[in-house]
């Protein structure tokens, strides 16, 4: 056994180590006496020293000798071994006693057997638990077999405060010459726990006799790992310490469960595990154990090549009780375990950094780079790179894994070999910048300058385990444009809409496209507005004397009307969008400015229908997000059939309530109204239908209403916008639609009563009606007092207006118009109507109602 280790179960259990092998079935002595010293792990009382039988087979050893036959044995009739080819007699040279060191745990349950046979007759012998090979605490087994094995008699005693529970029973065996008693039991240890001389004594004063052979005693095996740490380099795939301790007999396959309970690596990018979880087993096959076997955990490392410094595992086995093994010290008896273990990874990859930065200007830069791969998300090595600028003056990482904050590192394949970038300068570009080199071979930082060219070599001699390397490429554009694009809109004191100045509180409009072209199709380069409005074109090495544009693309909802030649010698031209001009040779151009405005709204779309003779409004609101005039005109009303009886009219909506007051003057056609910046004006169309005489039901009428506007510009070319809305009013027959009935429920009432009024509504129009939308005026001089929702097409809204419900499923009450419901409730202004919104499905000839209290003022 090695230093500092247990002892869980008999070793050498029938004693064929080492001689087994060694003595040929030929020999004509078969037996000898051998120091116990080569009978590992056997201790002997017996101080005679070794015979010369065996000395041909190899060293006797040093020690009490052991008594060892082999084959058939020296007698006859022979006397053959119960397994294997070896026995031992007890009885050497004097009446002897064998024994092992077995670290035993009180209270364990233990099993075991062994086979015993007398000599020449009955021989006794005693199986015992002592302190060593002549001290007796507990006797397990007493037992007498004959020279044919048959058994004589046995005993199997407790002994208070050593053993209990004590059971044995014996079998003959016979195979031929082979001929054993087989004894077997099992009892609990009581005493202390310690390394304990497990003995088989001969009993009487004979010098030979007592046959032992194929020894086994059985408890739990003791596991534990066999360090509280270890560390290798992330190359190493199977760590090799901690792995698993175990000491003792397994005689079926036992699982060893792990847990990873902790550290900085991560599970499926650092490492794995037999399962992919954080649990997992290690199976035990079947063996006799001593503390010099291990076992792997399983775990495998990950070598990514990645320099991210180094990483922990950190791992428990599982020390339930019921387990089929112990948790305890293979070093010292009844000692605490090593339970838990730390793993250290120590990265051993090189790294390099990427790093992109471009002034005044933003663009697409390509490298080729060798003994890297660039592209983490794939298994391939590429060796080519975009990196697109985003930012002026900001470090752009090399690729786009987001999970990493910072720069992220770019995989070096080997290393001890050169790397080398290679940039591929654009036109109108120069190049800068360092790679600097620390960590491994290099303690301090060496800085390795980028060429003119694009190119860097980091020598072999950099690329060392450990080390990181940080390359900084800077752009410059040789010559350039710049200016901004913002909104000309006169915002705040001092701003002075459309005059191509920045002024007041007018803002930079961001992700605009700047483009420098040839004035046709041709875009020599590219750039897009920052959050300040301001943008950088690179003059990609066009020659002196090449005409060129500075053209812009609106956003989405934005207008052009001013803007800026600045030092280009020539004037924005606002019809074109763009500033053309001649470039010089070497030289720079600033304040090429663009001013735009939002779009002006006017809105919305209307569509309704209504019987001869009715009169419907339609409400539309035209907002100006610059200065200048507008004027409203009907642009196109046309009838189908073809009806001149239909007759429009616009009205100015003084208030913006969406309703004819009564006293809203009438627009006059095609007169300027001056408008400012983020203002509404409102509009009512309204639209008269003739006579049942000469339009029909689906007869439609379509109104287009135009909103002219007038850019004030301070100077220069005129800028003017349309917009248009649509208006259509479609005749139905009032026996094939929605009917609104409405009733109160007093045709007196004094100030201060509460009225209640019903609305009953039916679908006659031969189909079902979805999005149905009912509104009713407050009579004046009332005040709202409550109202109910009721599910489309339901009549659940009782007489008591305490008990009403005011919003379902899919109905919404709200004050018509924009106005609170409250407002609506307290009886401001006149004119407020309340509105009831549903949606769903009202099927033909279905109806339902809804109902509102108000208050008579008093």
Sequence with gaps: MPIHAIQRSFLNNGFEEVWGSRIPASDSKKWCWVGESTVPPWNSTDPTSPNNNCSSYGSLGSGNIIELWFHNGPINPPVIARDGVTLAELNANQPGTLGQSICILQGEEITWKLSHRGRTGNDNM??????????????????????????????????????????????????????????????????????????????????????????????????????????????????????????????????????????????????????????????????????????ETGIEVINDKIKEGDETIIMQVNTDPGNPYIVSSSGTCNTAGVTTATYTINDDDADLHLIKNTALATGEFNFTLTNVDTDLTTPANETTATITTVAIGTDTEFDADTDTDGTQAIKVANVGTDITISETIPPGWAVSGSCDVVGGSKPTTESIPINTDGTVTIPAANVTLGSSTTCTYNNTPNTSISGRVFEDSGLGTGGKANNGLQDGDEIGISGVTVELTDCGATIHSS????????????????????????????????????????????????????????????????????????????????????????????????????????????????????????????????????????????????????????????????????????????????????????????????????????????????????????????????????????????????????????????????TLDKWCCAELGAKTCSDTPGDWSTSTANCTVTCAYGTTLTACASGQGSGLRIQWEFTGTLSNNTEGDIKYSIKIDE
């Design 126 to 295: 005693q199986f015992f638990i002592g302190p060593s090979l002549t001290q007796v605490a507990a006797v397990v087994l007493d037992a007498i077999t004959s020279k044919t094995g048959v058994p004589v008699s046995h005993s199997c005693p407790n002994t208070p405060g050593y053993v209990s529970n004590s059971t044995c029973s014996v079998s003959a065996y016979a195979n031929g010459d082979s001929k054993w008693a087989d004894y077997s039991g099992s009892f609990t240890w009581d005493g202390p726990s310690g390394d304990l001389l497990t003995n088989f004594k001969a009993i009487g004063s004979g010098t030979t006799g007592n046959f032992l052979d194929e020894v086994y005693f059985y408890l739990k095996p003791v596991v534990e790992f066999s360090a509280l740490s270890g560390a290798e380099a992330e190359s190493v795939v199977t760590p090799t310490a901690p792995v698993l301790k175990l000491v003792g007999q397994v005689d079926s396959p036992i699982n060893i469960q792990i847990t990873i309970t902790g550290g900085t690596a991560k599970l499926g990018e650092d490492y794995t595990t037999p399962t992919g979880t954080d649990t997992f087993t290690v199976t035990i096959p079947v063996g006799n154990y001593d503390n010099t076997h291990t076992f």
């Design 527 to 782: 750039a897009t507005t920052d959050d300040n409005g301001d943008y950088t074109l690179v003059i990609p090495g066009l020659g002196d004397g090449t005409d060129v544009c500075v053209k812009e693309t609106n956003l989405a909802n934005y207008f052009s009307i001013s803007g800026s030649g600045g030092d280009s010698g020539s004037t924005y031209d606002v019809d074109n969008d763009y500033t053309s001009f001649t470039l010089a040779a070497d030289t720079s151009y600033t304040g090429l400015n663009f001013g735009d405005v939002i779009v002006n709204g006017f809105s919305p779309d209307h569509s309704a229908q209504g019987e001869a003779k009715a009169v419907l409004y339609y409400a539309h609101t035209f907002t100006a997000m610059s200065d200048g005039t507008v004027k409203f005109t009907i642009d196109s009303d046309v009838s189908t059939p073809d009806n001149p009886d239909w007759t429009t009219q616009l009205y100015k909506d003084s208030n913006c309530n969406g309703m004819f007051d009564g006293d809203e003057p009438e627009l006059l056609i095609d007169i300027d109204i001056p408008r400012e910046t983020d203002t509404n004006y409102c509009i009512l169309v309204k639209q008269t239908i003739p006579d049942s005489d000469s339009v029909s039901n689906n007869y439609k009428n379509v109104v287009t209403i135009k909103a002219h506007f007038n850019y004030y510009i301070p100077s220069g070319p005129s800028r003017s916008s349309d917009l248009y809305v649509t208006d259509t009013t479609t005749v139905i027959d009032p026996l094939t639609r929605v009917v609104l009935n409405k009733a109160v429920n007093k045709t007196e009432a004094y100030p201060g009563d509460i009225l209640l009024y019903t609305l009953t509504y039916t679908n006659n129009t031969g189909g079902d009606v979805t999005a149905l939308k009912i509104q009713d005026a407050i009579p004046n001089y009332t």
